[in-house]
């Protein structure tokens, strides 16, 4: 079956698109994974620790509880866009959140991953991040197939409120782990 779609034609409306080349450029500029490390870690920011690399982030949208991100603080796309020195430094960062994550949450499996690029999946593909998700036994349900909503038995404060702990000395641990690499 074809459905007839009317057309209308506005070519002045041409001009106006090309001319928002760099109020596209200005709002690439603001992309969130650039901006929230930029204040001191907190709940308001759900950041739970940062250096001048990367950081670890609270996902704002937790499929579970305790669903972090990994992220380097340079905004690019890929993998392979990253130095060498950071990748190292993310994949011992992630190692160290799952151990901080499954202290405080005590999980019994973790999804782990990212997805690159648009087509890849990601969210926001212009900034590289890792998922840490804690997984429980019958933490998957009919709720999200039928009703379309996730049930989440605590609050993202309360989470962060027992993550946050776990992330002190986070720095000198990385930065140990980091010469035993």
């Known amino acids: 079956m074809s459905v007839d779609v009317d057309k209308l034609w506005a070519p002045w409306r041409g001009e106006w698109i090309l001319s928002q080349k760099d109020e596209a450029k200005t709002a690439e500029k603001l992309c969130p994974f650039c901006e929230v490390p930029k204040d001191k870690p907190s709940y308001e920011n759900l950041v739970l620790f940062k250096n001048d690399s990367i950081f670890v982030i609270m996902n704002k949208f937790p499929y579970n509880p305790g669903h972090v991100m990994i992220i380097p603080r340079s905004h690019c796309g890929s993998p392979t866009d990253l130095p060498m020195a950071v990748w190292k430094e993310l994949n011992v960062a992630i190692h160290l959140t799952m151990s901080c994550v499954k202290e405080v949450m005590t999980p019994l499996g973790f999804n782990l991953g990212m997805n690159v ?51 002190e000395g986070f720095a000198e641990k990385l930065s140990k782990a980091m010469i035993d690499a």
Request: hydrophobic share 45%; glycine share 12%; net charge positive.
């Open 117 to 167: 690029g648009k087509i890849g999946g990601a969210g926001i593909p212009d900034h590289l991040h890792w998922h840490i998700l804690p997984r429980w036994g019958g933490d998957t349900n009919f709720m999200p197939l039928l009703a379309e909503a996730k049930a989440l038995p605590f609050h993202n404060k309360t989470v962060y409120e027992k993550l946050a702990p776990a992330f």
